[in-house]
């Protein structure tokens, strides 16, 4: 990537990328002009996943057999 040279790494303005967040400082580094975008498939993942770790919570914390323990698993 360092061959690009200067001048068509100025050049790129956007790039989209997953949220590993390792990726950000290396791309700051070699395209200083870009934006950096989230991937939208990443991003949905990561909503799922947060919303199901909070269902998952609900559950634990009302017990089996309650309606409020029952009504996440719908």
Do not use: C
Request: net charge positive.
């Amino acid at each position: 990537m360092k061959n690009l040279g200067h001048i068509y790494q100025a050049k790129v303005l956007q790039l989209f990328i997953d949220l590993y967040s390792p990726y950000r400082p290396l791309i700051n580094e070699l395209f200083p002009n870009a934006i950096i975008i989230a991937d939208h498939f990443h991003v949905v993942v990561q909503a799922f996943q947060a919303l199901n770790s909070v269902r998952l919570q609900v559950m634990r914390q009302t017990g089996s057999g309650s309606h409020d323990w029952r009504a996440p698993k719908r």
